[in-house]
């Protein structure tokens, strides 16, 4: 019997993730040094880890509310506040999700009728198109460009805005391209987005990864409040992609419009990733700087490198990833990825993964270690010089 | 602190190559520069960080309180610079609290520790008492776990 006929028409023609191609290839492969990922290299602090033993021992097993504890969102109340300018009431106005993608998700389901219209910039985060695609919108990437150094320009907005248009889905600082919005920038996107009364999703997973400059939430500026929802987790500044852990903060009506989604799909997320959320907020800010910190100087070195090897890359003001031009060797990126991985065992993730004006780029995660990213800087060299002797 | 301290400290065990490579520098330069911090007494040293307990050798370590009599004019200096160049003494710290010095004792066997504090240690003028405490294992030793075996976590090669 041929049981595909039963899968529904849209997840029948949904694309798998590009990214997972690539993993099919690598996975096979010994002693890669991989620049391919997209978590910290980092396990979580050990206090966050004995806080959530500690609450495993205290019988702390039980669902918890659907919004998510209660002092964990106090605590986020807290440090939204202090971090991003912008109050949120623990009460009505956060939701705590299993990640942002959960957050992200519920969003579109609980806003996006079939047929509405959401716009996204790219290069971005490989799930955007497809979450959007799966509630039935339809989905409008807007392009930046390496000129830019991959900022959203309000003018690259205006271009590609539609009749109908209804979120805006933000990820500053970039996940693969590093690129993010100085104040100015962002105060233009603000007037778009009311001019032509967009709402804004905002996925601000790498703003602590901010090397140069303040971050800016759009959330934070005046009248955009009421206007945005602010996304943020624990996955990259704190080193917890593993423990599935976010939330959402908002206008309560949409709040509470998105906890119907979470409390008939998910019911609340682990209690043991709420307690050690709720310890990295109250006392992880000092590990999640000093991590920082080296990822800054990683950044500083591999961008360097790539730029001297010849692959043109502009400084990622954040983030944990470089996103080097690799089109001088007249190779697409996936050519090139391939080639590199399988002549000198370095993987990077060919661009177009994260959408079709990747193409010529390839991201190459620098959370990882100097031996390996000097080693790695050394075999890309020499791959790209043998390539140009061709 | 120095880009060159900010990254021995960080980068493990990066020889003067990989140092260069990171600060773009010469290796010359890398190299003039440890050699400023040593003469600076900056930097130290370099030393392995061995676990004794796969030593064959079994080498015995103590902690030693140690109560001094200050002296006028060069307070606690003088004695417990005397006491650190013992070559059993791996380090000493003036510390605040019941007693003055805390002195790190290496030997090679238990017999050669207590000689070392019955003989040298205690019968020093100044000192006033010793209080030896004998390890019994490490667990951490210089920032390094010991005993747990640092299995790679089963981590993805690619991930969104």
């Known amino acids: ?390 | 602190m120095k880009p060159i301290v900010k990254l021995l400290l960080e980068g493990g065990s990066l020889n003067a190559a990989q140092l260069a490579q990171v600060l773009k520098l010469s290796e010359a330069e890398v190299n003039r520069q440890l050699d400023e911090l040593k003469a600076q007494r900056v930097l130290l040293g370099f030393r392995p960080v061995l676990n004794l307990a796969h030593e064959d050798s079994g080498v015995v370590r103590a902690v030693i309180e140690v109560r001094i009599t200050p002296e006028r004019g060069g307070g606690f200096n003088r004695l417990a610079e005397r006491i650190s160049r013992f070559d059993e003494v791996e380090s000493c710290f003036l510390m605040s609290g019941g007693y003055d010095l805390l002195v790190f004792v290496n030997g090679a066997s238990l017999q050669k520790v207590a000689a070392f504090v019955s003989e040298k240690l205690s019968t020093l003028e100044g000192v006033l008492s010793t209080a030896t405490h004998f390890m019994l294992r490490a667990y951490k030793e210089q920032g390094f776990m010991l005993e747990v075996k640092t299995e790679e976590a089963e981590r993805l090669k690619v991930t969104p």
């Open chain 1, 1 to 390: 019997m041929d049981s595909s006929r039963y899968i529904a028409k849209h997840i029948v023609n949904l694309p798998k993730s590009g990214i997972r191609d690539f993993f099919e290839i690598v996975s096979k492969m010994k002693d890669v040094i991989s620049l391919g990922i997209g978590e910290p290299d980092f396990d979580t602090p050990w206090h966050i880890r004995e806080a959530a033993i500690y609450a495993l021992e205290k019988g702390k097993t039980h669902y918890t509310s659907n919004l998510g504890l209660i002092e964990l969102r106090r605590a986020i109340h807290h440090y939204v506040e202090k971090n991003f300018s912008v109050s949120y009431r623990p009460e009505d106005e956060i939701l705590v999700t299993v990640g942002v993608s959960e957050a992200l998700d519920i969003a579109f389901r609980a806003l996006v009728n079939p047929g509405d219209k959401v716009m996204f910039h790219q290069p971005c985060y490989v799930s955007y198109s497809p979450s959007i695609t799966l509630v039935h919108g339809e989905a409008i990437p807007v392009p930046t460009y390496a000129k830019d150094n991959f900022a959203l320009t309000a003018a690259a907005l205006r271009a590609a805005w539609q009749p109908g248009a209804k979120l805006l889905v933000l990820n500053l600082p970039c996940n693969p391209t590093g690129g993010t919005c100085d104040r100015a920038q962002i105060e233009a996107i603000a007037k778009f987005a009311v001019e032509k009364d967009l709402l804004v999703l905002s996925d601000e997973i790498y703003s602590e990864l901010t090397f140069e400059g303040v971050h800016t939430s759009i959330a934070s500026l005046p009248g955009m409040k009421d206007r945005t929802i602010f996304l943020h987790g624990f996955s990259k500044a704190f080193a917890m992609t593993g423990w599935r852990i976010g939330y959402a903060c908002g206008p309560a009506a949409l709040i509470e419009a998105m906890m119907k989604v979470h409390q008939y799909s998910m019911m609340c997320a682990s209690i043991l990733s709420q307690e050690a959320a709720i310890e990295a907020l109250v006392r992880g800010e000092d590990g999640m700087k000093k991590m920082r910190d080296q990822y800054h100087r990683r950044r500083d070195f591999i961008v360097r490198r790539f730029n001297e090897i010849g692959l043109k890359c502009h400084l990622p003001r954040g983030s944990f990833y470089a996103f080097p031009d690799v089109s001088v060797t007249g190779l697409n990126e996936k050519d090139f990825a391939v080639g590199l991985l399988q002549a000198e065992k370095v993987a990077m993730v060919p661009g177009t993964a994260f959408g079709a004006n990747g193409s010529g780029f390839c991201r190459a995660c620098f959370a990882t270690s100097y031996e390996q990213l000097i080693e790695a800087g050394n075999r890309i060299d020499r791959h790209v010089q043998s390539l140009a002797k061709k």
